[in-house]
């Protein structure tokens, strides 16, 4: 098994094996996805507004999309690489789509509008979803449910990787697989569906 990234998307034995659920083969494989992706998405947004950091975004839905299309994958002749670059194609002309929507504000442009306080029931509502997310975490493996609380804080992969001991790719895997299990988990429960739901219907008429 090939650990050059350069060649490692060219490696049929590599992408067999993480097909197969290999860790260190998987590791290996989206490592060499993320460099190459990475740099294929700063050559062509580094003409944006902020398109270092879009082009880190979009890097990881690759890596995501990947993980994602990677035990769909059927090798036809084509190098796993021309997967990768559809995908990566996609990402891209979605998120300059994105720019050519979004009209450009500054900071000192954009409304001061302070969070309104909530009310008692409110805070009721707020506490009994909180109850409810946590136990669904718990029904996850603890690695992916901690995986899944240290990102609701806001850290990074790599903040998490090392409290952890696990590398970045190896959290946004665990991070990516343990928010599909949970979406799974609410779609099977009619309370959460209509919780989150309400939620989420809430959250963006606000």
Not at 1 to 9: N, P, Y
Not at 14 to 33: D, M, N, P
Request: net charge negative; hydrophobic share 45%; glycine share 4%.
């Amino acid at each position: 098994m090939t650990t050059d990234l350069k060649q490692a998307l060219a490696d049929r034995d590599l992408v067999a094996r993480a097909q197969a659920g290999e860790t260190i083969a998987e590791h290996v494989l989206i490592k060499a996805v993320r460099v190459t992706v990475h740099r294929y998405c700063r050559s062509r947004l580094a003409t944006y507004s902020g398109g270092a950091e879009v082009a880190e975004d979009v890097t990881q839905e690759v890596c995501l999309a990947v993980v994602d299309a990677l035990p769909r994958y059927q090798d036809q002749g084509a190098p796993f690489a021309a997967l990768v670059y559809a995908i990566a194609s996609n990402k891209v002309a979605d998120a300059q789509r994105r720019y050519a929507r979004t009209p450009f504000h500054t900071v000192e442009e954009l409304p001061e509008r302070p969070e309104p306080a909530l009310d008692p029931e409110q805070q009721a509502v707020a506490r009994d979803d909180v109850a409810a997310a946590l136990a669904l975490l718990e029904q996850l493996p603890p690695k992916m449910a901690q995986a899944i609380r240290l990102k609701a804080e806001g850290r990074s992969a790599d903040e998490v990787g090392e409290l952890m001991g696990m590398t970045a790719n190896a959290v946004r895997v665990a991070q990516h697989r343990g928010l599909a299990r949970l979406r799974e988990l609410v779609a099977a429960s009619e309370d959460h569906r209509e919780r989150f739901a309400d939620r989420s219907a809430a959250h963006a008429a606000a």
